[in-house]
């Protein structure tokens, strides 16, 4: 293969993780700009996604490739039960953990959101046992370039980089419209101004921010479906590094800020690809957190966020 196509391969290699990345940031954004609450147990409802499409596959005996009216029909309707359940585990863990906490000092929901990620791990440990577990080839995967355009080339692109892209893009693409063109979206980005004078307009702070973590809980759940059709195989502790990765990813690109999530989804997919293939798979997370260290040093703000004066 030619330096050209490495290249290439390693970029397309670093859109599709990437993606997935940045749909595991948003919802740590989300919640962030709305409570200011870093939810390191997103990253295992991200888990949890990957576990509940693989158990829904299972009870509908779907362990083969699926193809027509299957494809069209039952990977839908699994994308939205995955994301519903996801979503609602995600609201059901504020309620329970982090509402009791909201008025108390930051350190306690903060460590409060450690130990949920712990149980979450644990009931997955539990629940698919500590080896890996196969995730079925459900999502057909095709060489696009040499069956579909007829070149003849060693740069591998399959429909399954392209589900991915076409997962992800809508639905980054949907929250953006969402949260700066319809009134829930205008009531979420009130509260995270001032959540005092939202709720003196008549805003429902709890309400909203229910919506936020189910969002933010169903972006995770989708992003664990699309990471389990991708790579064929999940464990319990995959949310551990998917979640750090994409939690950094959300402070490189502003925290609380939605596009720059996603740039910094991309921008550390892209940056695990390249330094996995020219420099070892080893550094790669002594490289992606040294960039972090450098953006909060000389940008604490972040690539697209803005810097804010504390009123006193």
């Given at each position: 293969m030619e330096w050209h196509e490495v290249l290439v391969q390693q970029t397309i290699n670093g859109l599709t993780r990437g993606s997935v990345f940045?749909?595991?940031?948003?919802?740590?954004?989300m919640v962030y700009g709305i409570i200011e609450l870093i939810n390191f147990a997103h990253g295992d409802?991200?888990?949890?996604?990957?576990?509940v499409s693989l158990t829904a596959f299972t009870l509908l005996g779907m362990a083969r490739t699926l193809g027509g009216w299957e494809l069209v029909t039952i990977l839908p309707l699994v994308f939205l039960a995955t994301m519903c359940c996801c979503g609602l585990v995600?609201?059901?863990?504020?309620?329970l953990a982090y509402r009791p906490l909201r008025h108390s000092a930051r350190l306690a929901p903060f460590i409060t959101a450690i130990g949920v990620s712990f149980m979450i791990e644990n009931l997955a440990l539990i629940w698919k046992g500590p080896a890996p577990v196969p995730y079925p080839d459900v999502f057909p995967s095709i060489d696009v370039l040499r069956e579909w355009v007829g070149v003849d080339t060693l740069v591998y692109l399959t429909t399954k980089d392209l589900f991915v892209v076409g997962v992800t893009a809508p639905l980054?693409?949907?929250?953006?419209?969402?949260?700066?063109?319809?009134?829930?979206g205008k009531a979420m980005r009130a509260i995270a101004q001032d959540r005092e004078t939202a709720q003196?307009?008549?805003i429902n702070v709890e309400k909203m921010i229910m919506l936020t973590f189910f969002i933010g809980g169903a972006l995770?759940?989708?992003a664990g479906l699309t990471q389990g059709l991708y790579y064929n195989i999940g464990t319990w502790y995959i949310g551990f590094q998917a979640g750090l990765r994409a939690f950094t990813a959300a402070v490189l690109g502003g925290i609380g800020n939605m596009p720059g999530a996603a740039l910094g989804g991309l921008v550390i997919g892209f940056l695990s690809a390249w330094s996995d293939q020219y420099i070892s798979a080893r550094w790669t997370n002594a490289i992606v957190f040294s960039i972090l260290i450098l953006v909060l040093v000389f940008r604490p703000q972040g690539l697209l966020g803005e810097k804010t004066v504390d009123r006193v």
């Open positions: 940045a749909l595991i940031a948003l919802g740590y954004t409802v991200f888990m949890l996604g990957l576990f995600n609201v059901t863990i504020d309620r980054m693409f949907g929250l953006q419209r969402f949260v700066t063109r319809t009134t829930w003196t307009m008549g995770a759940g989708a």
